[in-house]
């Protein structure tokens, strides 16, 4: 069973969101935040697979939250997904630094939502590649100047191939015909990656690809 924890300031969203996903067989709401602070409190006690977070919350934001989350040793299974209006919301891809496994629109279909709840709690990619890459392509335009990280040292020539290519946007089926191997192999190579490099999701590993300079803004196809 996925437990789920929603954050956002507005009932009926928070509503429509649980309606949804406890109709689902193996998915369960287990607990509800009207601000950032009660999200924080609600995690910490509950411990759930997700949190639905939005951003724009009162007493504490959605991106606060999600950094006192992420940067809590004992939370690191907690999947962080961040709710906005708009798909480039300014505050996405801070949430993104800051230890998110991805975000989602609020007017999203139904079904891409319980996609996404399931998928991010599996580790598999959070967004379809087509946003992932619009995504990637305005967190680059942002970006600041790559920082040398040592600990991509630690990564075999092959893992440093994968990484750049989950930086500009490839599923792992993806990177699985660009290299001539199966998507197991790829992911695989993916999963290794992320344990080097103490990468929360794959998301994050995006970030470090473009933080350390393995992947430029220029290489977005």
Known sequence: MIRVVLADDQVLVRAGFRALLDAQSDI???GE???????LHAVRELRPDAVLMDIRMPVMDGLAATRRITEDAGLEAVKVVVLTTFELDEYVFEAIRSGASGFLVKDTEPAELLRAVRAVVGGDALLSPGVT???IAEFAARSKEPAVVSALDQLTDREREVMALVGIGLSNDEIARRLVVSPLTAKTHVSRAMVKLGARDRAQLVVMAYESGLVRPGWLG
């Open 28 to 30: 369960e709401v287990v």
């Open 33 to 39: 935040a009207a601000d950032g602070q009660q999200a």
């Open 133 to 135: 890459r619009r995504l």
